[in-house]
């Protein structure tokens, strides 16, 4: 069957990697017409807008999308891309597998995590105030009429909005990936002993769905400081982590860096109807154009792709053959070296070139 796939190759290292997952998934030999789409810095040279209408139109139609990282400056500018292609398709669950590739270097062996996070609300939902502006000092005074406490005249304020509607959407996507991908437990990540009205919703709604399935999935809950530590000393005890949005992003980091760091470290955005599969990592401007970083986050973003459209043969071929030049550990980029300043290091397309060798059998 023949895929229609929009390709958004990013900008900062996207590019690259992009094209090293897309020529690495073509290897595969399967059916793929590439709408290629624009998005972030190159997007707004281009047409002056940061996410052309025409992109987000490709992802309605075609339903699935492979997407490079993109650049989010910090504190000024834009918001993020990311974020807004998240909140304007509606991609509410983030998915984020952190598996030990045999020959990858870390601390851990045989990590088999898999984190999600709930993608349109919490910090992340960009309700926001600038410090000093008028509307924000009448919020500043109303929130103190409301709630007896003090901010501090000049405050900036981030608003973290969590809703029944989003939590219940979320938790139970976290309990059908788990029955669908045959694991054991899913442990709720808040700090609801904190923030009462948000995590403790969070956790409120989480504890009445997982009720419903007791039977088939053992359900358990954490704070997330303490989670942090527990990951760093037994990520073993742990299956699926279900999280608000934030806590999702940061833990996903610490997750990369158990199984190898950000360059291993794939990811997808699903919705109800679209998906758009993308890496863990940003954008590592310091390394555009160097021919240098890890293709295997994307690879790998690819590799969740290909299963999502049902082609199971060619994902496990191009998992494989990932696999197998990882536990070789010749043909791979600096990061996977014991010694980062290893010479005999390749560069982003001759590590996937390796890996279509693989495939390709030669
Ligand atoms: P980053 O993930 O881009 O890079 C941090 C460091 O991780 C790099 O300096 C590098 O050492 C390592 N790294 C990342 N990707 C790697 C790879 N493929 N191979 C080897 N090493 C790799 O994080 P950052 O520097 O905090 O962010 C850079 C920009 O990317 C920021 O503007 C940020 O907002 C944005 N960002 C975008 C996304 C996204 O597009 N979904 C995600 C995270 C960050």
Not at 111 to 131: H, P
Not at 226 to 241: E, R
């Amino acid at each position: 069957m023949k895929h229609k796939i929009t390709l958004i190759p990013g900008d900062g290292i996207g590019p690259e990697v992009a094209e090293a997952a897309k020529r690495c998934i073509q290897a595969t030999g399967v059916d793929i017409e590439w709408e290629k789409m624009y998005a972030g810095s190159d997007a707004f040279k281009e047409t002056g807008n940061l996410l052309p209408q025409e992109t987000l139109e490709s992802v309605r139609k075609n339903k699935v999308a492979l997407k490079g990282p993109i650049v989010t400056p910090i504190g000024e500018g834009f918001r993020s891309v990311n974020v807004a292609i998240r909140h304007e398709l509606d991609l509410f669950a983030c998915v984020r597998p952190a598996k030990t590739y045999p020959g990858v270097k870390s601390y851990y062996k045989d990590i088999d995590l898999v984190i999600i996070r709930e993608n349109s609300e919490d910090l992340y939902a960009g309700i926001e105030f600038e410090q000093g502006k008028d509307d924000t000092e009448k919020l500043i005074k109303d929130i103190e009429k409301y709630s007896a406490k003090k901010i501090h005249q000049g405050s900036g304020i981030s608003i973290k909005p969590i809703s029944e509607f989003a939590t219940q959407r979320i938790v139970k996507f976290a309990f059908e990936y788990a029955i669908k991908n045959n694991r054991r437990k899913i442990t709720v990540v808040t700090k609801a002993n904190i923030m009462k009205f948000t995590d403790g919703l969070f956790l409120k709604v989480a504890r009445a769905i997982s009720k419903q399935y007791t039977q088939k999935i053992q359900f358990e809950e954490a704070l997330v400081d303490n989670m942090a530590m527990q990951l760093v000393q037994k990520p073993h005890n742990f299956d699926i982590l279900v999280l608000p949005n934030l806590y999702g992003d940061i833990l996903s980091d610490l997750c990369a860096g158990l199984v190898g760091g950000l360059g291993v470290a794939p990811g997808a955005n699903l919705g109800d109807d679209l998906a758009v599969f993308e890496a863990v990592h940003g954008s590592a401007p310091k390394y555009k154009g160097l021919n240098k970083v890890n293709p295997t986050a994307m690879i790998l973003s690819g590799v969740l792709m290909l299963r999502h459209i049902k082609e199971d043969k060619a994902a496990d071929r191009l998992e494989n053959a990932v696999k197998e030049v990882i536990s070789e550990g010749r043909f791979v980029t600096y990061d996977l070296k014991a010694d980062p300043k290893d010479p005999s290091c390749v560069g982003t397309k001759e590590m996937a070139d390796a890996i279509i060798n693989k495939i390709t059998g030669r």
